[in-house]
T-cell receptor, first 113, second 111 residues
Framework: EAGVTQSPTHLIKTRGQQATLRCSPISGHTSVYWYQQALGLGLQFLLWYDEGEERNRGNFPPRFSGRQFPNYSSELNVNALELEDSALYLC????????????FGSGTRLTVV | QKEVEQNSGPLSVPEGAIASLNCTYSDRGSQSFFWYRQYSGKSPELIMSIYSNGDKEDGRFTAQLNKASQYVSLLIRDSQPSDSATYLCAGASGGSYIPTFGRGTSLIVHP
């Protein structure tokens, strides 16, 4: 069974540009979650998508947005990049429900210069 | 503000010993708890989940939950150098579905 796949693995952008990160969940998982993990910090929840809808978002500015496609894959867009957006962005998928843990992808390392 | 607290460590144990990792949480509505292992430079991997008070064993791992004390722990028996990683504790309530993660405890198992 294929795991959660993320692309690209690494991304280097200039301040003010836009970044697009992609994620494909495990087959059968309808929920996709996005997290930011900055160096030395914990996992910060960004967005949750389920069945094509945004279900919840964390305490991040609106320039962090995304969407989920009919095949449950998802993309995260970060507009007007700032230096502090440099971090590991993790996508996770699960079945919907509080009792299900996450399967994480390998992440996208975003560097803003 | 829902919080999950973990000692950042590092917790250093000799090979073959029992490693004990602890976590406390503030949200009394939390009903599901998870332990993830994260190797340096890698993504977290789910290793245990627990929903009821008491112990849950899986191989060398035992998760313990005490809802009255709002306390979760992970015991690793016969620790191996390959267990050296950061262990993240997370708790989720039925209200939001989004687990709150602790910042993790770094475990070092030395030969």
């Amino acid at each position: 069974e294929a795991g959660v796949t993320q692309s690209p693995t690494h991304l280097i952008k200039t301040r003010g540009q836009q970044a697009t990160l992609r994620c494909s969940p495990i087959s059968g998982h309808t929920s996709v979650y996005w997290y930011q993990q900055a160096l030395g910090l914990g996992l910060q929840f960004l967005l949750w998508y389920d069945e094509g809808e945004e279900r919840n978002r964390g305490n991040f500015p609106p320039r962090f947005s995304g969407r989920q496609f009919p095949n449950y894959s998802s993309e995260l867009n970060v507009n007007a990049l700032e230096l502090e957006d440099s971090a590991l962005y993790l996508c996770a998928s699960s079945l919907r429900g509080v009792d299900y843990g996450y399967t994480f992808g390998s992440g996208t390392r975003l560097t803003v210069v | 503000q829902k919080e999950v607290e973990q000692n950042s460590g590092p917790l250093s144990v000799p090979e073959g010993a029992i490693a004990s990792l602890n976590c406390t949480y503030s949200d009394r509505g939390s009903q599901s708890f998870f332990w993830y292992r994260q190797y340096s430079g890698k993504s977290p991997e789910l290793i245990m989940s627990i929903y009821s008070n008491g112990d849950k064993e899986d191989g060398r791992f035992t998760a313990q939950l005490n809802k009255a004390s709002q306390y979760v722990s992970l015991l690793i028996r016969d620790s191996q150098p390959s267990d050296s990683a950061t262990y993240l504790c997370a708790g989720a309530s039925g209200g939001s579905y989004i687990p709150t993660f602790g910042r993790g405890t770094s475990l070092i198992v030395h030969p």
